[in-house]
């Protein structure tokens, strides 16, 4: 086993979900548990690096040579509270054959369901035991980073300028750049290691929102209800009613937008939801939100109280608006994935990463693959030869900043 994946099979076994829940930064404490072992192992390289009371770790690798813009990489320390995130068990299955993965009694994976295994037909692959997610999103990347430093310590003669690197806390909940450090990371352009497909690069995300919905129903005996009862469970049902089908992410790909709900709370008197809106089109975008306020104030003018309430703020934007004066950044990196033997792409991420926000506070900041695939749950696995291209690719990349 390379050097890489021990180091990424260690940092998938710590515990390091995050919590949208929680006021705290980081969210969670115990991603702190890997932020401060990143801090140690990279002082231990001899690096002078620095975890910060927000969780935020951060390392300047100085240059060897003139000529070289100052750049930067960015991966997450946190894993999706989507699934169940501890104890993580990762195995290896040498030479994936396209066969059924039995993952555990429960749970199993083949390349007709899950296509994405026919990418890696071949590859020694990282699988979880069912039981847990891998992390893989973003311990790919984390792992990646940290190779890339030991390496550039090891190889004295790859030439190359100021690198910034940094280890965010709170990237799945939409909080990693909440407290991103900027006087210190002065590069000049970065990229996220926070993709999937190694050789594929991307500067598309969606334009995103989040919507907290309060039902206020009228609790009466059902035996003698008729006329006086509001049920709000029922409320939040005829407010999920009242949203596009079309819009469901079931029945979305591409550059199609979609409305989610990804919490939902009822009794009879009161009821909670939980929405994300997405969409690339920023009109569309801003359409999706005007259709939630509309069908709160149907729904209150039909009760004739303030039945439902909506609380609603944007997230992250569309970095492409950005970068499409900077091509150049593209064009570097697919340049590298073309040195390296790859064969680039670019395509919208259904999603966000740090990069958007990133990106639009100044630093120029698109995503690159990392070898994980199916993120956020227990079909999550990882291609180890594609972690070890997407390492060369940031060798490469640093040596044409």
Same mark, same amino acid.
């Given at each position: 086993m390379t050097r890489l994946i021990e180091r990424f099979i260690r940092y998938a076994k710590i515990d390091t979900q995050s919590n949208s829940k929680s006021e705290t930064c980081p969210s969670t404490d115990k991603q702190k548990n890997l932020s401060r072992l990143l801090l140690q192992e990279l002082k231990d390289m001899g690096y002078d690096a620095f975890l910060d009371d927000d969780g935020y770790t951060y390392c300047k690798i100085e240059k060897n040579a003139d000529g070289f813009s100052p750049i930067g990489f960015v991966s997450h320390v946190d894993t999706s509270p989507d699934a169940p995130g501890n104890p993580v068990n990762p195995r290896i299955i040498e030479r994936y054959d396209g066969s059924l993965i039995n993952l555990n009694d429960t749970y199993a994976m083949h390349p007709d369901q899950f296509p994405s295994l026919k990418r890696v037909i071949g590859d020694d692959i990282i699988v979880t035991d069912g039981s847990t997610l891998l992390g893989a999103d973003d311990k790919c990347g984390v792992a990646e980073m940290m190779e890339l430093a030991e390496t550039l310590k090891e190889t004295p003669d790859i030439k190359h300028g100021d690198i910034y690197l940094c280890f965010t806390p709170d990237e799945e909940i939409g909080r990693g750049a909440d407290r991103f450090d900027y006087d210190f990371f002065k590069a000049d352009y970065a990229y996220t290691m926070d993709g999937s497909q190694v050789g594929r690069i991307e500067y598309e995300n969606f334009n995103a929102a989040t919507a907290q919905l309060t039902y206020t129903g009228k609790s009466i005996? =059902?035996?003698?209800?008729?006329?006086?009862?509001?049920?709000?469970?029922?409320?939040?049902?005829?407010?999920?009613?009242?949203? =596009?089908?079309?819009?469901? =992410?079931?029945?979305?790909?591409?550059?199609?937008?979609?409305?989610?709900?990804?919490?939902?709370?009822?009794?009879?008197?009161?009821?909670?939801?939980?929405?994300?809106?997405?969409?690339?089109?920023?009109?569309?975008?801003?359409?999706?939100?005007?259709?939630?306020?509309?069908?709160?104030?149907?729904?209150?003018?039909?009760?004739?109280?303030?039945?439902?309430?909506?609380?609603?703020?944007?997230?992250?934007?569309?970095?492409?608006?950005?970068?499409?004066?900077?091509?150049?950044?593209?064009?570097?990196?697919?340049?590298?994935?073309?040195?390296?033997?790859?064969?680039?792409?670019?395509?919208?991420?259904?999603?966000?990463?740090?990069?958007?926000?990133?990106?639009?506070?100044?630093?120029?900041?698109?995503?690159?693959?990392?070898?994980?695939?199916?993120?956020?749950?227990?079909?999550?696995?990882?291609?180890? =030869?594609?972690m070890h291209k997407a390492l060369e690719m940031m060798l490469d990349i640093i040596q044409h900043a």
């Open positions: 005996h =059902p035996g003698t209800a008729k006329n006086k009862l509001v049920n709000a469970g029922h409320l939040a049902m005829q407010f999920h009613d009242l949203l =596009p089908p079309f819009l469901d =992410p079931a029945n979305t790909e591409n550059y199609e937008g979609f409305n989610h709900l990804v919490e939902l709370h009822a009794s009879v008197e009161n009821a909670t939801a939980t929405y994300i809106i997405r969409n690339h089109d920023f009109a569309k975008f801003t359409a999706q939100k005007a259709t939630f306020e509309k069908n709160v104030d149907y729904l209150n003018d039909q009760l004739g109280y303030t039945a439902v309430s909506l609380s609603m703020h944007d997230t992250y934007y569309n970095m492409e608006e950005k970068i499409r004066p900077r091509m150049d950044i593209i064009d570097k990196a697919m340049a590298a994935a073309k040195r390296v033997g790859l064969t680039p792409y670019s395509a919208p991420i259904r999603g966000g990463t740090d990069g958007a926000r990133l990106t639009w506070e100044g630093l120029l900041c698109p995503n690159l693959g990392t070898g994980g695939f199916q993120f956020h749950g227990r079909f999550e696995f990882a291609s180890i =030869p594609q």
